[in-house]
């Protein structure tokens, strides 16, 4: 019994130094999340040809509204239920955490393959730094990184930590379907095939 404990404890250990290594670091707060999992955090290239997926992306809750932000660059949408009726990921993030410029070229290559098909990104800047608080610099950082979807400014992380509760993370990646559930939930890097996969999925379901 004893020796199966310590096994036990030893495999969580490694678990959270794997996560925590994976996204950029961490903000605890004591709200609490929608219903969700995250999937392990990984990265891959992209395959040649869209998937069919195998089954249905499950469904993880109702995702929250983006409330009490300091606006919206890039876009002339003021809310997520603006964009009911599309596929929408919902990525908190910030132009200073190296994790978040990791998964960018994943991000820019869904977004190029799927846009035109009722696919839209929603980037919530959460800064962790006073220096990424700054909307020119947000804007100027946006376009040296190739973020050219719309981008919501969680200054002080109301939402940030709405949505995640607990420990949160940058980057956490959402994926909403057209009635606006969360059908994908990612901490940190992901596999781009698992991302598209969903995508693929939500585009075809009919709205609810």
Not at 128 to 140: G, V
């Amino acid at each position: 019994m004893r020796r199966t404990a310590r096994l036990n404890l030893g495999a969580l250990v490694v678990t959270l130094a794997a996560l925590a290594t994976a996204a950029c670091g961490g903000d605890s707060a004591d709200t609490t999340p929608p219903a969700t999992s995250s999937t392990e955090p990984d990265t891959a290239s992209s395959p040649s040809t869209a998937p069919t997926p195998s089954t249905a992306p499950p469904m993880l809750g109702n995702a929250l509204a983006l409330t009490e932000l300091d606006g919206w660059l890039q876009s002339d949408v003021t809310s997520l239920e603006e964009l009911r009726g599309q596929v929408v990921i919902v990525q908190f993030w910030t132009f200073g955490c190296s994790s978040c410029k990791a998964v960018l070229p994943e991000m820019q290559q869904i977004y190029a393959g799927y846009s035109n098909d009722g696919l839209e990104i929603v980037g919530v800047h959460s800064p962790e730094f006073t220096y990424e608080e700054d909307p020119e610099a947000i804007l100027t950082a946006a376009r040296e990184l190739g973020v050219t979807w719309p981008i919501a400014l969680d200054t002080d992380r109301r939402n940030f930590h709405a949505w995640q509760g607990g420990r949160a993370y940058w980057p956490r990646t959402y994926v909403l379907d057209k009635s606006g559930l969360i059908r994908y939930d990612n901490i940190g890097g992901f596999p781009y095939e698992d991302l598209e996969e969903t995508v693929v999925a939500l585009l075809a379901e009919p709205q609810s």
